[in-house]
């Protein structure tokens, strides 16, 4: 299992900068100060992206890694507290959306309830975990109506945007707020779909590039 870790419109933020005028082979110290959490966001990229390839290469065991991951305390679609604690004791998955999401998000939620039909059996004890990244809208009745169209082992869950942003830096995940044009705003987030084991640790990223049923295989032997 495989997946592209790189948040969704990543690829804007990743320009050439050109050389100051006048100043060859050197770098102004606003574009430096901007380089600064950008490196340090895809270096933590690289590390997760690392784990994933690592822990699925071909003749060699998972390798699970408790450094992505951790506690958090979120609200689901029906009002109720859940924590970390409520996934551990199987295998289950996690992935980061908004209900206002365009594309990415109702497209892989999709795909995911597709693998899960396809687990057949063996999958009704899988969980997924949606966890928002746009607290501000997403209250658990937005999700609760926007999760009524995908499998129903499919947990929402939203909280106080510090609450979130915890989630979100355990997971080593990506979410930023994008300013529209006409006084909206749209959601920038990672687009991976963490496979994590019975205790809460990561074992790689769902490979959705396959169909269904090769996929469900795969997730099949993690179980």
């Known amino acids: ?4 870790p790189m948040p969704a419109c990543l690829g804007r933020r990743l320009v050439l900068f050109r050389r100051a005028r006048g100043v060859p082979g050197r770098m102004s110290p606003t574009i430096r100060r901007a380089l600064v959490p950008l490196l340090a ?4 990229l690289v590390g997760l992206a690392g784990a994933a390839v690592y822990a699925f290469l071909p003749e060699r065991a998972p390798q699970a890694t408790a450094s992505v991951g951790g506690p958090f305390s979120l609200v689901d679609q029906d009002g109720k507290t859940v924590t970390e604690k409520d996934f551990a004791g199987a295998t ?10 365009p594309d990415v998000c ?3 939620l999709q795909q995911v309830s597709d693998v899960l039909v396809a687990l057949g059996p063996k999958g009704q004890a899988m969980r997924v975990a949606f966890i928002t990244v746009d607290p501000e809208r997403d209250r658990p009745q937005d999700l609760k109506t926007y999760l009524s169209s995908f499998d129903p082992r499919i947990t929402g869950l939203t909280g106080s945007p510090d609450q979130v942003a915890a989630a979100v830096k355990g997971y080593r995940a990506y979410a930023r707020k994008v300013p529209a044009k006409d006084g ?3 959601m920038e987030h990672t687009a991976l779909v963490y496979v994590m084991d019975g205790r809460n640790r990561f074992i790689g990223a769902l490979n959705l590039q396959r169909p269904a049923d090769e996929t469900a295989a795969e997730l099949a032997k993690r179980i």
């Open 184 to 186: 909206d705003y749209t």
């Open 1 to 4: 299992m495989t997946g592209d």
């Open 106 to 108: 109702p497209t892989t």
């Open 41 to 44: 966001f895809v270096l933590g």
């Open 92 to 101: 289950h998955l996690v992935f980061f959306g908004f209900t206002h999401c």
